[in-house]
């Protein structure tokens, strides 16, 4: 179980680099978004997977708590992006920018 937990703390950690790779390198806010959020996501799952394996025999009460927050983490992060780039996107502040915009003209009230 040790080796297991290792592994998935590994994983996680990469996904961590990769996102912090992908918010450097993206060329738009709304990239940067979708990679730090994707990336997170996945990184925590597997840290957290690891963390798992490594307590299953000292501390078999966390499971279940740690399965809770796997769900939590799966239902707050895409919301919490989403919402982040609503609001970006009604700032005005980048749409001189976008070199195509899919959502000119839908759901503005007028």
């Known amino acids: 179980m040790t080796i297991a937990s290792y592994v998935f703390l590994m994983i996680g950690a990469l996904f961590y680099l990769l996102g912090g790779l992908g918010v450097l390198r993206m060329p738009d806010t709304f990239n940067r978004i979708q990679a730090g959020t994707k990336a997170t996501t996945l990184g925590s799952f597997s840290m957290i997977l690891g963390v798992i394996f490594a307590?299953?025999?000292?501390?078999?009460?966390?499971?279940?708590?740690?399965?809770?927050?796997?769900?939590?983490?799966?239902?707050?992060?895409?919301?919490?992006?989403?919402?982040?780039?609503?609001?970006?996107?009604?700032?005005?502040?980048?749409?001189?920018?976008?070199?195509?915009?899919?959502?000119?003209?839908?759901?503005?009230?007028?």
Not at 63 to 79: G, H, R, T, Y
């Open 55 to 110: 307590s299953i025999e000292s501390h078999p009460n966390w499971i279940f708590k740690l399965i809770i927050l796997i769900i939590l983490i799966a239902l707050s992060n895409p919301v919490g992006s989403s919402t982040i780039a609503k609001a970006i996107y009604k700032s005005k502040t980048l749409q001189d920018t976008l070199l195509k915009d899919d959502l000119k003209g839908r759901g503005e009230k007028q």
